[in-house]
């Protein structure tokens, strides 16, 4: 493992300046040129549940400031990579976003996937990544916890957790406001208020308008895509009516009408070759474009309708000096409405309309407990997920739909098919946390969770609502029953009925229907480890630990009920090794770790075939893979008025053992020693600003931020099928009063137009990738009271 290497790259690693929109927020930044020779600034973090400086949590954490997200124009979890090495973002045909960190994600997009990394706003899950969109408004900082966190955060964080820690109410009045203009009429304006209503009672309302013009053109005609839309906002009330007892009540919605994404087809590879003429794309154009081109079907409204409603509670008791009682409370409701072009051409080929919700509560009740020398955490946590999900494939060209029309059907015109399902799933936890001091300079922690989950499946391959694939799937059923010897169906299939057929029996019943399937599972994550002050300013840390991800059933169109068997759940056995030093008299910090997991398990997007659709993605478990690497970050304030970070990691993530199956493109192979998906071997980013005092009461700075990532597997299996390597450069210069009161900055990203493939698509008849951001400047302007 080429660990030296990476640590000399990561220190080597030329560090220039991100800046983007502001958002104003509360929080008080420390903006003179005259003070900025001072320590890199402390983050608090609460990645054990309680706060702590960053520097001295024995374990890999990013923290980001608010102040720092609002310039480098970081707003949603899908811009974190920028400033966190190894972490990546994969974007999907539905919208969602899977997030892979440390080489382990779950390459999934259907609503009900649950991830590897989970994402928190004030330690309240956001269970399903299609709900996270709306999580970096008004946030005092982000922590972004690397490795298992099941012990404190509970299952699926197997590759580590996000949480975004809000902008609480303050005693104060305090209001600001922001806004940006920027190419493709990007406009986005954002502020906040807060203040007191009572000696004990305090409110916050914070907002964002996200919205910009189409950037993308279609290949085919005069046509554009890629409109934004986004508003938020969030209601916080905070009441402490004497010392001991507080309460944080919070309401958040948002709206995303934004449209969804497009992407450009490079090749035509269809399932059935025999009948590539008659799918009517044989002959587009195929290739490699700019980062601006895709195509899509004339007239397709492609904007979405997703809406989050989430609601929380926080209660603290204070029981003496030495106990703290929490409670903590959530509800969220979910919903998702959109079009998916799927196929990258401007032909019904494969387009999914997807018609999803979910609704989750959860509920916490802990105790800390504080003693000379020792501090205990326990508690129980329940969570409760209720997704639905409906998707119409609209396939009116796809080859294998029309094989099948032409072989089984009676002349009625095939359209579409519906995959739906439903499931409950409850999750039951105990868990605690123990830390003690065992000398002035040595601490000991250990830490257990047990979890009892159960999962009720419903789901099937259904006849849609326009009936046009009944005749041709009930003239395939009667077939396929006849060769077992079996009568055809009582009554063809009309618009509703599943297709599914029950193949799990011996012999198989081949009769149509959902496919039930009840799940449970249970098991024991923990935690041991030993941080070790060895000097002022330098903490060295050892951990080991188990954590979990849970099982779950895929979401396909399956003709057999055995593609829609649950994938078990993944299990890992993680190591870490680490310091934390500050040097030059705290004028920088360096932080390093290595990192090994031993994968039980592994949850993949593996490929299952279907009879009539050929491969398609299903779920599966590798045996056995393991992840490995290091990272290493820098803060300095070398001189006064200048800031320097950088980061760096490697990471290898790759099957072990001679696991066996069937590959994206249908063919058998061993993946032995291949890849996993979304785990750039190395990341490297760094940022710089310099910022000097031109009068009394006028400051200026500039700065900029470089971001690289090298190319990674799109699929499991080291098919060619690759993302782009890439460096992203950004810059920004600006003007502010030497009290923060208002700032006005030019700024631009990605400027030397990088193109890049940011993620590969596998269609029915074509291949396809989504294309990242061409460049775009702008100018911002921010206000605070």
């Given at each position: 493992m080429p660990i030296r290497g990476m640590l000399c790259a990561s220190c080597c690693a030329l560090a220039l300046?991100?800046?983007?929109?502001?958002?104003?927020?509360?929080?008080?930044?420390?903006?003179?040129?005259?003070?900025s020779s001072d320590a890199p600034a402390d983050i608090i973090v609460t990645a054990q549940k309680y706060s702590q400086n960053v520097n001295s949590v024995p374990m890999s954490i990013t923290a980001v400031s608010g102040e720092q997200l609002q310039t480098a124009g970081i707003k949603a979890v899908e811009d974190l990579p920028k400033v966190t090495p190894g972490f990546n973002v994969t974007q999907t045909p539905t919208g969602a976003a899977v997030y892979t960190l440390r080489g382990v994600g779950f390459n999934d997009s259907s609503l009900s996937t649950r991830p590897a990394v989970t994402v928190y706003v004030d330690e309240a899950p956001i269970p399903f990544g299609a709900m996270t969109r709306g999580a970096g408004l008004d946030v005092d900082h982000v922590e972004v916890l690397k490795g298992p966190q099941g012990t404190l955060f509970g299952a699926n964080s197997t590759g580590g957790a996000i949480n975004y820690v809000?902008?609480?109410?303050?005693?104060?009045?305090?209001?600001?406001?922001?806004?940006?203009y920027g190419r493709f009429d990007q406009f986005d304006i954002g502020g906040f208020i807060s203040g007191p209503l009572t000696s004990t009672l305090s409110v916050r309302l914070a907002f964002e308008h996200q919205g910009s013009g189409d950037w993308q053109k279609s290949v085919t005609r005069d046509d554009t895509a890629g409109r934004q839309d986004f508003n938020n906002g969030r209601l916080s009330v905070r009441w402490e009516p004497s010392d001991s007892f507080r309460m944080l009540l919070t309401a958040q919605r948002w709206v995303d009408r934004s449209d969804a994404p497009v992407g450009q087809a490079f090749e035509f590879k269809p399932q059935e070759p025999a009948l590539a003429d008659l799918t009517g794309i044989a002959d587009y154009p195929y290739a490699r474009r700019g980062n601006r081109y895709a195509d899509w079907d004339p007239g397709t409204d492609l904007s979405k309708d997703n809406r989050l409603t989430m609601l929380t509670g926080r209660f603290d008791l204070d029981v003496g000096e030495a106990v703290t009682l929490t409670s903590l409370?959530?509800?969220?409701?979910?919903?998702?409405?959109?079009?998916?072009?799927?196929?990258?051409?401007?032909?019904?080929?494969?387009?999914?309309i997807v018609d999803s919700r979910n609704k989750t509560f959860t509920q916490e009740l802990r105790a800390a407990v504080r003693l000379d020398g020792l501090r205990l955490t326990f508690g129980a946590n329940y969570q409760s997920d209720r997704p639905r999900e409906s998707t119409v494939e609209v396939l009116t060209t796809a080859s294998p739909i029309i094989g099948l029309n032409l072989a089984f059907g009676d002349g009625t015109p095939f359209r579409e098919l519906e995959v739906k399902a439903r499931s409950a799933a409850n999750s039951y936890a105990a868990f605690a946390n123990l830390e003690y001091e065992a000398t002035p300079r040595l601490t000991l922690q250990g830490g257990m969770r047990y979890t009892r989950s159960k999962i009720r499946y419903r789901g099937c391959l259904a006849v849609s609502a326009d009936g046009s694939a009944g005749p041709a799937y009930t003239g395939l059923i009667n077939f396929l029953r006849d060769g077992f010897g079996l009568g055809p169906l009582a009554a063809p299939l009309e618009a509703g009925d599943c297709i599914t057929l029950d193949a799990s029996t011996n012999p198989p019943t081949l009769l149509p229907g959902f496919v039930t399937t009840p799940y449970d599972e249970d098991n024991v994550s923990w935690r041991a480890g030993a941080q070790y002050e060895a000097a002022d300013g330098l903490m060295l840390y050892a951990n080991v630990s188990r954590g979990y991800k849970m099982g779950g059933h895929p979401f396909l169109n399956a003709t057999f009920s055995g593609a829609l068997t649950p994938a078990r759940q993944e299990s890992v056995l993680a190591y870490e090794a680490g310091f934390k030093a500050s040097l030059a008299d705290r004028k920088v910090q360096l932080n390093g770790a290595i990192f090994y997991g031993d994968y039980k398990d592994k949850q993949e997007v593996g490929t299952v075939v279907d009879p009539v659709l050929g491969p398609l993605g299903g779920l599966t478990n590798i045996p056995k893979s393991r992840i490995y690497g290091a990272e290493l970050q820098l803060q300095a304030a070398p001189y006064p008025g200048l800031t320097v970070n950088a980061a760096g990691s490697y990471v290898r993530a790759e099957v072990l053992g001679h696991y066996t199956s069937t590959n994206e493109d249908g063919d058998i192979q061993d993946f032995h020693k291949t890849d996993l998906a979304n785990a750039p071997r190395w990341q490297l980013n760094g940022n710089a600003r310099y910022q000097w005092a031109l009068n009394s009461q006028l400051d200026m700075f500039v700065g900029g931020a470089v971001s690289y990532q090298s190319s990674a597997q799109s699929v499991l299996g080291n098919l060619g099928y690759e993302t782009s390597g890439r460096a992203l450069v950004d810059v920004s210069a600006g003007v502010e009063t030497s009290d923060g009161k208002w700032r006005a900055f030019l700024w631009g990203?990605?400027?030397?137009?990088?193109?890049?493939?940011?993620?590969?698509?596998?269609?029915?008849?074509?291949?396809?990738?989504?294309?990242?951001?061409p460049a775009t400047y702008g100018v911002s302007v921010v206000f605070k009271y």
């Open positions: 300046a991100h800046a983007g929109s502001a958002y104003a927020q509360a929080a008080d930044a420390d903006t003179n040129a005259s003070d809000a902008n609480k109410p303050t005693d104060t009045l305090e209001a600001g406001l922001s806004a940006t409370t959530s509800f969220s409701k979910f919903q998702t409405f959109l079009l998916s072009e799927a196929d990258g051409v401007p032909v019904e080929n494969t387009s999914f990203r990605n400027i030397l137009d990088k193109t890049y493939v940011a993620t590969f698509r596998n269609a029915i008849d074509t291949r396809m990738t989504y294309m990242g951001k």
